[in-house]
């Protein structure tokens, strides 16, 4: 994987050889967390919802309040049950085409009583792209907790008050950032730039929310920062230029390693089957050296959704504010798209990698790769949002080649949602 590069865009494979894309999606965080969160695009977006500002408004499953987005399970420690057959073989019946060619776990929980688990090729291994940002919101929200493991409010603080300058780490990325400025009530759509302040707060919710991988090269800075500074994080500017120039690189491995690995272990979860490897952006990549390869397993990633839901993804913070950043309230695309989860709500993280080589009679586009065409999926649906009759979680991870991934994950999440529905 070390060998893909990053594209902003499509060049033919005529003229480059060999193309790829990795991209991921998920809009965030509940719309009135404005005033708790400083998330700018939050009061953007709600406003656009009352006609004021000129943007995209949001269907009805994407309007639940901040209170309304809590861990369902908290003070439950169960694992994955067993999968059931029957349920199984009603999950599988939902791929398109070559089975083989998806991994797919799901759980219901609906009867919260009665778990059902159903699975298909849990443990096939594959890059998920931006999917693991979700391993890079684990690794800062357990930096924090262990700086303050009592202190909730001084956690909150930092994220809503620390002003990060955006440094090399973020360069380079074409994913464009909602950046709105509450005053004037303008709204700009653009990459980020080198210089550009926000929060620690507004960083992670361009990671999780465009899924911008120069946003998710800075909080992955951040969480090594914390690591490394302890109580005088935030530190200034010139001490942490000073820092990841004078360090050697073999000690910058291993504190990538201590901020982004150890934290999945620690939460339970098998980093043999769900590892961020290195950092997103190309300017990360050089200033501090990966750890590994990056990949996940629909199994695991699984995990990591239940853990969530339990309050155990560090702690019920932590756990709570990765659900509401994982909340979708913008544009919904792939498999939270499908027209059946309307009235859902999704919590929802998806990343792609297409790689295309030259074949007669194939036209290479983005997402529809022939040599690589890997979409993951992870969603938890409250359905309807409000009522929460359903309640399911869902992983997927597929390599479907010379398809329209994003549009076969759709498909996909309607018939899924259909499975569900008849079950109850």
């Known amino acids: 994987m070390n060998t893909f590069r990053r594209r902003a865009g499509w060049r033919s494979a005529a003229v480059a050889g060999v193309c790829l894309l990795i991209a991921g999606a998920g809009r965030a965080y509940p719309l009135d967390g404005y005033e708790a969160t400083g998330i700018r695009r939050l009061e953007g977006m709600r406003l656009a919802q009352q006609g004021a500002v000129r943007d995209v408004k949001q269907p009805p499953g994407a309007l639940l309040n901040s209170a309304q987005v809590e861990p369902r399970l908290v003070g439950q420690t169960f694992d994955l049950p067993v999968p059931d057959p029957g349920f199984t073989q009603r999950v599988v019946a939902v791929l398109s085409g070559n089975p083989e060619a998806s991994a797919l776990a799901v759980l219901d929980l609906s009867d919260p009583a009665k778990p059902i688990y159903a699975e298909h090729r849990g443990d096939h291994k594959q890059n998920v792209g931006s999917v693991g940002k979700l391993v890079v919101a684990l690794a800062l929200f357990q930096a924090l907790a262990d700086l303050y493991p009592d202190d909730l409010e001084a956690r909150r603080k930092l994220l809503k008050t620390t002003v990060v300058t955006a440094d090399s780490f973020s360069q380079s990325d074409h994913h464009t950032v909602r950046i709105f400025d509450p005053p004037t009530r303008t709204l700009t759509r653009r990459t980020v730039r080198i210089g550009d302040r926000a929060t620690l707060y507004e960083w992670l919710d361009w990671m999780l929310s465009p899924s911008s991988n120069s946003a998710a090269g800075m909080v992955m800075r951040e969480a090594m920062l914390l690591r490394h500074f302890g109580r005088a994080y935030p530190a200034p500017e010139a ?4 820092f990841f120039s004078e360090t050697p690189k073999g000690e910058l491995s291993k504190l990538y390693a201590a901020t982004f690995h150890d934290p999945v272990t620690r ?5 043999e089957s769900l590892r961020q490897g290195s950092f997103f952006t190309a300017g990360g990549k050089a200033r501090v050296p990966g750890a590994g390869d990056s990949y996940g397993t629909a199994r695991e990633l699984m995990r990591y959704l239940l853990r969530l839901e339990q309050g155990r993804i560090v702690d019920v913070f932590s756990s709570r504010e990765i659900k509401r950043l994982i909340y979708l309230t913008e544009v919904r695309i792939r498999y939270a798209s499908s027209p059946a989860l309307a009235s859902s709500a999704v919590y ?4 792609s990698l297409y790689q295309c080589a030259p074949e007669p009679g194939f036209s290479c ?3 529809a790769g022939n040599v690589k065409n890997y979409m993951n999926s992870t969603a938890i649906v409250e ?3 409000e009522e929460r009759k359903l309640l399911y979680l869902s992983a997927l991870v597929t390599d479907i080649l010379r398809k329209n991934s994003a549009g076969e994950h759709q498909a996909l999440a309607t018939r899924l949602h259909g499975v569900i529905g008849d079950g109850h």
């Open 239 to 242: 001490d942490i230029q000073r």
């Open 267 to 271: 939460n339970g979860l098998d980093i």
């Open 348 to 351: 929802f993280k998806s990343g």
């Open 365 to 367: 586009k983005p997402y």
């Open 383 to 385: 359905s309807p949002a």
